[in-house]
């Protein structure tokens, strides 16, 4: 099956740094989401990019389809940044639809 | 933006009784839910994909006798843990997709706030 790994795995940041996560995949995908999971547990939908960039106030999404990597890029860290951030990949397969998710980027944000 | 809830939040329950968590998309239809498993500092492990109307596809390795899903509407998606064990203990997540429409994008993904099993 399709392998999904993030870079890096951990991550520790002070106040007001830039950062760059990144998605690999192993396999053509459908379409790709990225999302950060608060320390409860919530998972918050960042982007929803297929392809090319998009920009959400301090955080922005490249996905390069055709070379199978995205990237997420935090600039300005603060504290409310902390949390994992995960890629996940969509998948059309056997008349299904699916995602699989990426191994994670465990961020800290120091103050 | 699409809101999913999930209910209940968490449950303890004793070993070989059953649990039912429920998933509900509250203002939009989803074509298919999704029931995820997490264990801690873990990713989410994609369990089965549910279809409203027929029935769940389960990922490999998911025992599909132990974890029933039931589809019953284009709002409403049920995981049921029947004769739950002390391994069975986790974080269930169920997500919706979406139909797509208005500023919606076709499958895009919408989590509910997660289900902490406990078995005793």
């Known amino acids: 099956g399709i392998q999904v790994e993030q870079s890096p795995p951990d991550l520790i940041l002070q106040e007001g740094a830039n950062s760059t996560l990144r998605c690999n995949f192993s396999d053509s995908v459908n379409n790709l989401q990225w999302f950060h999971q608060n320390p409860w547990g919530q998972l918050i939908n960042l982007f929803y990019i297929p392809s090319g960039t998009k920009q959400n106030g301090r955080l922005s999404a490249t996905t390069v389809a055709t070379e199978r990597y995205s990237l997420l890029y935090i600039s300005s860290s603060q504290t409310t940044d902390s949390g994992v951030y995960f890629c996940a990949v969509g998948l059309s397969t056997s008349g299904t639809y699916k995602y699989i998710f990426g191994t994670g980027t465990r961020l800290k944000v120091l103050a | 933006g699409a809101v999913v809830s999930q209910h209940p939040s968490w449950v303890i329950c004793k070993s070989g009784t059953s649990v039912k968590i429920e998933c509900r998309s509250l203002?939009?239809?989803?074509?298919?839910m999704f029931w995820y498993r997490q264990f801690p500092k873990q990713s989410l492990m994609l369990m089965a994909t549910?279809?409203?109307?027929?029935?769940?596809?389960?990922e490999q390795g998911v025992e599909k006798d132990k974890f029933l899903i039931n589809h019953a509407s284009l709002t409403l998606s049920t995981l049921t843990v029947t004769s739950a064990h002390p391994e069975d203990s986790s974080f269930y997540i169920c997500?919706?997709?979406?139909?797509?429409?208005?500023?919606?994008?076709?499958?895009?993904?919408?989590f509910g706030p997660g289900t902490r099993l406990t078995v005793l």
């Open positions: 549910s279809n409203e109307g027929s029935k769940a596809t389960y």
């Open positions: 203002d939009f239809q989803a074509t298919t």
């Open positions: 997500s919706a997709n979406s139909a797509g429409g208005g500023n919606r994008p076709y499958n895009e993904q919408f």
